[in-house]
Structure formats: C-alpha cells, structure tokens
C-alpha cells in the first residue's frame, strides 16, 4: 500500500506545463537540434538523452568559453526548458558558467510520464552527458535544484563525492513536509531531502523567499542548519516561491557564491574543517564565506527589481531593449502563473492522502503535534 500511495504522491506532484511551452525543430542551416520561437545560438546545443529509464529527455547545453565551473539546474515542477531558456542563458553569461538545464520525464518534449524515480534517472542521464561529451569533471560541477528539482538535485549529490558544490533554491524537505510539519520521514514520503542533506560534504547554498506560498520559508532554513558545509544563505525578505530572480541580491550573491567556490577546492574546505580547532580565528581565506553556526540574514528589503536589471543589465548578446523589457514583464506574469500551478499539484497531492486510509491527514497531524 505504501508503494502505491508513492507512486500517487509522485504523479500528482508533477505539473507540467500544458501545452508544453517549445518545440524540438531542426536548423536548417546547422542540422541540429533547436528550441522553437528562440532565435539560433552557436553557444546552445540541443540535445536528446536516454534514461535508465528508457524515456528521451529534452536538455539544452549552455556554453561559456571562459568558464571554470559548470551548472547542471533542475527546474521547478510547474515550468519547462522553454520558459527556462532565456534564464539559463542570463546564468551563464553572468555568472561565467557553463550551464545545462534539462526537462523531467513527460516535461516539454521529454517523453514518458513524471514520477519521483524518472527525476533521478532524468538527472543521471544529465549529469552523464556532461561527463561523456562536454569532458565536465565531476570536480568542476555545481548542481542547482529549484523547488522540487531539489529532489533529484540531492539525490545524485549524495552519489558525487567529488562535488564542488550545491544550489538550493526554494526546496523542500519532503514531499509530505510541503503540506504538513511531520517529524517522522513516512516510507511513502518522496523527495526526502531533510535525510539526504546530512550526506552531502561541499558547499551548499540556500537561497529562500520569507513569504513563499508554495513551499515555506522554513524548509529552507532547516535544510541549511542541516548542512555540513554551510555557505551564507540567501533569504530574501517578502520574496515569494517564483520571483527571486527578480530580486538584485539574487544574482549578486551568487556570483559571491561562484566566485568563491571558484577559489576553493571543496575537500580542502572540509579537511580544514575537520582539523581546526578554533573556528572562529580571523582569516583573509575565501573560506571565510563558508558558514558553521552564523545567523542567517535577510536580504532584498527594497523588494524585487521590476527591471531585472542584474541580469539583463550585464548582457552583451545585443537584445532589443525593447523587447527585453516586455519579456521581463512576461517573466514576471509567468511566475505568477507558475506559483499557482506549483501551489496547485501540491494541494492535489494534499487531497491524494487524505484518500488513502491507511494513513490519512489526520495521522499526519497527530504525528506533527506529538512531536
């Protein structure tokens, strides 16, 4: 019965974008793959990739010839490539990364259906193409997870000893944990992020809005005091689940953040953990920004930047100024969208428990009380 009541829980929640916001076209010119209504890049690849699964994934490669590091991001559960696409590019130029973002299984125009388990063979297949093609070292990677991306996110960061580092952004404990504040992890639950975070040994970045809707505030801040190597986490003041992009802090800390895991050799960072016994003794070290008991602290009180200007402000590709203005506008109605829909599947997912009756909402919340 838990079986099922996981795999319930992992249908409903997933809330592709429908219909999905692109197309797979092929370039004339080039013969290669191409997101549709975007204007061709020589510095984007388009890619197809098998999962363990057998399902096809539909993932974009974005390059940047000066880049040390590189990003692997997976996106929220109610967005897809195409409506990511733009924001990708933006990472990548801005934060000097190489950057690859991907769609779930049944997302865009990946095949197959989403569940919690396609997640993590989506991420494996990801992760192994940058390996095998693009020669990205497992040193040399960063893995980023929004909201739910961060299931899959601390899943194979728990299989990567040689990480550099984690983004966290808006993510939650457990799937259960969205809806109710157990303490106990149940065998049903999915996305046990609260029992993967202990187990992962380099840097992690938590970047959380104070108002979140979706997913609360407090996910984020006990999965950072749950870290082994705390980095200053980002909370953004009035900042809610899908518009912290927005926010100039946003960017500006995270190029902090890359600058300096850029400097740092993540198991140096923990070895010199390990063996100092006076945590607190000054140092000119970019270890500094590494954090082991500091008080987290708002940031953002100016609220978002209805301008962007943090990131489209520094672009070069040579975008009208006109139409940047109107996609940021989009992107700022979309997230709306994206905040309802998200919000949406986990109330869906909500309903989905209180029909199983071997353990209903009310069990949940008796076991949040007691404890």
């Excluded at 969205?178 to 303490?183: D, N």
């Excluded at 100039?248 to 850029?262: A, G, Q, V």
Aim: proline fraction near 5%.
């Amino acid at each position: 019965m838990g079986t099922a009541a996981s795999s319930m829980a992992a249908k409903l929640a997933f809330y592709p974008p429908s219909p999905p916001s692109y197309n797979i076209v092929i370039d004339e010119e080039t013969g290669k793959l191409r997101i549709s209504n975007v204007c061709r890049r020589d510095d984007v690849d388009v890619l197809k990739l098998s999962t363990k699964k057998r399902n096809e994934i539909v993932a974009i490669y974005v390059k940047n010839p000066s880049a040390l590091l590189t990003v692997l991001y997976s996106h929220g559960n109610a967005a897809d490539i195409g409506q990511m696409y733009h924001l990708f590019s933006e990472l990548s130029l801005n934060l000097n990364v190489n950057l690859m973002g991907y769609d779930y299984s049944g997302y865009g125009q990946s095949s197959g259906k989403p569940s919690e388990q396609h997640t993590y063979a989506d991420i494996e297949a990801a992760y192994k193409c940058l390996k095998e093609t693009y020669g990205v070292k497992e040193e040399d990677v960063i893995l980023y997870g929004q909201s739910v991306g961060s299931g899959p996110t601390l899943e194979l960061a728990t299989h990567l000893p040689q990480l550099r580092a984690v983004i966290l952004h808006t993510p939650i404990l457990s799937g259960i944990r969205v809806m109710y504040p157990v303490k106990k992890t149940y065998r049903f639950d999915i996305y046990k992020n609260i029992d993967k975070i202990p187990l992962i040994n380099c840097p992690v970045l938590v970047i959380h809005g104070t108002e979140d809707e979706v997913v609360d505030f407090s996910h984020g801040k006990q999965l950072w005091e749950l870290c082994k190597e705390k980095y200053e986490p980002l909370w953004l003041k009035g900042g809610n689940h899908s518009n912290l992009e927005l926010y100039p802090e946003y960017l500006r800390h995270l190029r902090r953040f890359i600058s300096t895991i850029e400097k740092l050799n993540s198991h140096l960072i923990i070895a010199s953990e390990q063996s100092s016994d006076q945590p607190n003794q000054p140092s000119n070290s970019p270890h500094d920004n590494m954090e082991k008991s500091r008080p987290s602290t708002d940031h953002g009180d100016k609220g978002p930047s209805t301008g962007h200007k943090e990131i489209t402000g520094l672009s070069t590709n040579g975008r009208e100024k006109g139409r940047a203005s109107r996609d940021r506008r989009e992107k700022s109605r979309k997230s709306i969208d994206r905040a309802t829909q998200a919000r949406n599947s986990f109330e869906r997912l909500g309903d989905m428990f209180k029909s199983v009756g071997f353990c209903n909402v009310d069990c949940l919340k008796q076991t949040a009380s007691k404890a």
